[in-house]
């Protein structure tokens, strides 16, 4: 199946590597990929503007269907291969109810280290680093309050892990200390060696492993 799948990605771009881990958990190795260069605004070419108007990355191709947002994707793929790989949505309400809930706030998550990563003029990379730091507690007590060793909704790796774990790597690759976050390290260091994660992880982190201190004093 996965030879009637295209994935056109970014390395590093927390959303592609949700599609990634995705469909390793999925069992879709083999599926049709290229690497795009963001730097290159690769992402607007023809070729990719023809099957995805708004040019952004990841772009996933199955048959004749196109999904352009991440985590359509995921849902996708959890729908169409329910019975295949890992079973990423839970059957208990509570658990399933606590999956949805941390999937959507992954997007706020997302969104406040994008603003504070990109911030330039003084006043707002302020107001931008107070509002990160008010997320990154945030979780760092979702994690205590579940207790070591789970996973986001609970003792079980839903979609939740899938696509909240790119933006808690890529945090820690920019420097975060895992000191002054200590759950949050610790659910990085429980994931990072999971294979679909490691088989996915960015091509350019493993050429050069040594990350940015953009995060250092967070």
């Known amino acids: 199946m996965a030879k009637y799948m295209t994935l056109l990605w970014g390395s590093g771009s927390p959303p592609c590597w949700r599609v990634m881990i995705a469909l390793e958990e999925k069992n879709l190795q083999g599926y049709n990929q290229k690497l795009l260069s963001l730097e290159k605004l690769e992402h607007k070419s023809k070729e990719l503007l023809a099957i995805n108007p708004r040019g952004q990355l ?27 790989g890992t079973k990423l949505i839970p059957d208990g309400p509570a658990e399933q109810a606590l999956m949805y809930q941390r999937m959507f706030e992954g997007l706020t998550f997302y969104e406040k280290l994008s603003k504070y990563y990109y911030s330039s003029e003084p006043q707002t990379l302020k107001r931008n680093k107070e509002a990160l730091v008010t997320e990154l507690r945030l979780w760092e007590g979702y994690l205590q309050k579940l ?19 790119p933006t808690v790597g890529t945090v820690f690759r920019f420097g975060l200390s895992p000191e002054r976050y200590p759950k949050l390290g610790e659910y990085h260091n ?16 493993l050429e050069s492993p040594k990350g940015l201190d953009t995060l250092k004093d967070i």
């Open 58 to 84: 990841p772009t996933f191709k199955h048959g004749d269907n196109v999904l352009s947002e991440s985590y359509a994707v995921c849902f996708y793929l959890e729908s169409q291969f329910k019975s295949q």
């Open 190 to 205: 429980l994931l990072k060696e999971r294979p679909s994660i490691r088989a996915s992880w960015p091509p350019h982190w």
């Open 147 to 165: 207790g070591s060793g789970s996973y986001l909704a609970g003792p079980s790796f839903t979609l939740a892990d899938v696509v909240v774990f």
